[in-house]
């Protein structure tokens, strides 16, 4: 699992700091997750293939996650994109798109579907074959969901020798790789667990930003892999967490304990603080591994 | 006069070319003329005083011109501005504003003033006691405008020399000022030319991005001292203007030329161009002198 952080700060966008954005490569998916301004940019900056994106999760409508997608839609379309593009984000946003669309007369070429989220309990709003993506409906000032992308259980592993060993026809393999048990060419009854080995351990990664301290969104975060967890304010400026629904850092760090995850990454920073150093600290007295994110720099996970 | 070209570019921001904006400083006001994506983070970069812009003039609502004004509005209210921010744009950028406003529930603390362009014809838009500014309806593919900023006249300026010695009561001054004859301390008609000079010259800038070559404006910019006009395309791409309804460099010669203007900026180039020295020697077979914008250059104009 690679994650490429676009922008990991908030509010707005200056030069050495971008608004959020990232990209998430699992499962052999590519998931654009927001898209402040200068989104754009920033792809082509950390050389993203913008072919690539077929799906975009919007977490809010406030303009640090979102600003920068009528540009990169508009993009796709000078670039002659033909490829469909899936938007899941807040209702409301098809129509301001659209509207903008509507008055530069600059209609796409390619479909462009909105996926508009309304619920307050988390859904599945996205699968394939190899991975689902739920929401995590987060506590801030407008509605605004996280998103936990988390690789499907694959098919049980093949011991080739054992299975030879056992006599037992290929036509067999595809229900053995399902769990089940199967008769061998003697027909005598294979147990499955004796011929095959687990399915690969599957990942997953949890985005929460923007939000308050919620204890709510902790069943959904249980042992997750990755939590991606903003942190705009360092505890010295609680009060001003508490005011605009954010989280401090060690607020990050209890919900990463309490969900039992196995790495927590900080983000969106307020560009008021010269030493990012001090979230990691305050993290780390509650929690550990904390990582800090940065913009243009990538994360590989492994499990 | 001060121009700051903060993006010369057409179409989609990349790393290392901004779409439109640009300020212009000019009888002691401040504009900032389109506002493609990214333009708050070069106005930083240019310095600029993001409380010194009052007013914002959009030429059209395609994305490379208008896509940076809504985080621009939003971090104007991040920052606590107060004073009252007025924007001139084509009818339908309100209502996107405004929707995007209410969809983050993010209103603005200052006033934001909304002057929609919907003529066809040149109207003067904004004027203060030192400077007008009028519209250039373009040929675009949809509904665009330039805009020509120019210095009104001074008043004459008094020869004190020649003043005293007529014998003129200092409550003249002022009428002399106007350019009307006055009575002296001795009752004699003083005519107002042999006591004062013409008032100091004014200088014009005229803004036209993004428009098909078009001899309609010509009379509009006639002897205009700076000319900015877009030149999208080199002559072997004639067909993509005449298509896409934008300028060759030839084509923006051709204007300065007709209009008589002093100098001809260059810019809105296309990013398929290694050699912008190209879109030079184009139009100096047809005029001359001839700038090229580019991001981050600030031009000087003196009369």
Redo the contacts between chains.
Sequence with gaps: MKLTILGCYS?????DTNPTSQVLEIGGSMFLVDCG??T??EL??NKVKFSSIKHIFISH????HV??L??LI??FR?MGRETDLHIYA?K??K??IT??MK????WTNYKLVFHELTSKISELVYENDKVEVHTIPLDH??YTNGFLFKEKPGERLLDMQLVQKADIDVAYFKKLKQGFDVMNNNGATIENKTVTKPPKPTISYAFCSDTAYSEKIIPLLQDVDVLYHESTFLDKHIDLAVKTRHATATQAAMIAKQANVKTLVLGHFSTRYDNLLDFKLEAEAVFSPVELAADGKIFHFVK
Tied chains: 1, 2.
């Design positions: 509010a707005t966008p200056k030069v301004e200068g754009q940019v082509r900056r409508l406030h303009g640090d600003f920068g009528p540009g508009s993009t000078l807040p409301g946003l129509e301001i509207m903008q008055l530069a007369d600059s000032r407008v």
